[in-house]
Every structure is written in C-alpha cells, then in structure tokens.
T-cell receptor
Framework: KQEVTQIPAALSVPEGENLVLNCSFTDSAIYNLQWFRQDPGKGLTSLLLIQSSQREQTSGRLNASLDKSSGRSTLYIAASQPGDSATYLCAVNTDKLIFGTGTRLQVFP | DARVTQTPRHKVTEMGQEVTMRCQPILGHNTVFWYRQTMMQGLELLAYFRNRAPLDDSGMPKDRFSAEMPDATLATLKIQPSEPRDSAVYFC???????????FGSGTRLTVV
C-alpha cells in the first residue's frame, strides 16, 4: 500500500529564507507527483507536476525535484514571503492521487 | 479559467438525513475523484471514476455512501443516512491523465448535527 509522508509537519520562518519541504513515498511505481498549496478554509491549488521521467520542475520561486528510485521529492521555495504561508501537500499518482499529511508553513515579516 | 464546480458550498443537516453533494468537472477531463478532508485524517480518497466508470470506491463506507456519474458533466456523492462523524470537507477533483494537472473544486463543508 502506498504511503506518503511529509516532513516537517510545520515550519515557521522569517521572510526571505530559502525553504525545503520534503515528501517521501513507499512505492516508486508512480506516474507522476504533484505539489499543491492549500490556504485555510480553501481548496487545493496545484503548484507543480513532475512526471516520473523528469527530475525537476520550476515555476517562479518554486522548484520541485523527484528521485523516484529513492521515493523522495523536495519542494524548494526561494526567498520566502508572508504570502507563501499555507499548507503544502504532495500527492503521488498511481492512477489515483495519494496525498501526504502536509507541511504547514508560516512566513512572518 | 476552467474550474471544477461543487455545490453546495456549505451544508448543515441533522443526523439521519440524506445528503447529496454535486460536482461539475472541467469539460474534457475524463477522471473524477472524491476526497474527504478532516483534521485528524487529512485527505482521504473515497472514490474515483474514469470515463464515468467507477474504478475504485474502496475508501467509501458502502453501507451509507454512494458515488455516481450520471453523465460526463456531473458527479454526485450521496450519504444516507448521515452521521455526525461524516462532518468534513468533501472535495471533488478532475483531470486528464497522464499529463493534465488535477484541478480541485472549492469543496463542500458538511456539518451533521
């Protein structure tokens, strides 16, 4: 059974720091991996999609990497801002999306 | 921007009542998911469909939950009878695998009293 874990569970940092959020999964047989953002009381917004054949995807200040063989993905946020405060979720696609437990990020001014 | 539409946004109902939640996927997407989110369990997959056919509903309590896609523009999730432990936010998502991002609706916040 696929299990997805995210660490840390929560993170509080001052504005301007570069951040690394981690996602690990137990079964490397995935089609792709997707990172989402969720603001309190809101739905999920897709940030990045990495296909299983890719190593990296970038969007603005966000960079996601994927090491399928070791079952790991990393979301790198450069120069964090208070507007980045949200919960970040990774999900692996094994034909169905299996979500991690999330990292709650707070960036303070 | 194309979006997944869920109705209602909020629902408060009494224990034992029937609840129906609706989802309109993005036109052209062939895969639809239903998830439930709670503080304790996070996002749990309840059921999903491809080309309107149910592929997996193992995450759903079969005795009270049912999910259907009567046509390509509508997915429904029904709870009968509802119980207080069903209180959660229910999300619908649609996509066109393997390349199209999955898009989530805004959710239905269900409270069963």
């Amino acid at each position: 059974k696929q299990e997805v874990t995210q660490i840390p569970a929560a993170l509080s940092v001052p504005e301007g720091e570069n951040l690394v959020l981690n996602c690990s999964f137990t079964d490397s047989a995935i089609y792709n991996l997707q990172w989402f953002r969720q603001d309190p009381g809101k739905g999920l917004t897709s940030l990045l999609l990495i296909q299983s054949s890719q190593r990296e995807q970038t969007s603005g200040r966000l960079n996601a990497s994927l090491d399928k063989s070791s079952g790991r993905s990393t979301l790198y946020i450069a120069a964090s801002q208070p507007g980045d405060s949200a919960t970040y979720l990774c999900a692996v696609n094994t034909d169905k999306l299996i979500f991690g437990t999330g990292t709650r990020l707070q960036v303070f001014p | 921007d194309a979006r997944v539409t869920q109705t209602p946004r909020h629902k408060v109902t009494e224990m034992g009542q029937e609840v129906t939640m609706r989802c309109q996927p993005i036109l052209g997407h062939n895969t639809v998911f239903w998830y439930r989110q709670t503080m304790m369990q996070g996002l749990e997959l309840l059921a999903y469909f491809r080309n309107r056919a149910p592929l997996d509903d193992s995450g759903m309590p079969k005795d009270r939950f049912s999910a259907e896609m009567p046509d390509a523009t509508l997915a429904t999730l029904k709870i009968q009878p509802s119980e207080p432990r069903d209180s959660a936010v229910y999300f619908c998502a649609s996509g066109l695998p393997p390349t199209v991002l999955y898009t989530f609706g805004s959710g239905t916040r269900l409270t069963v009293v």
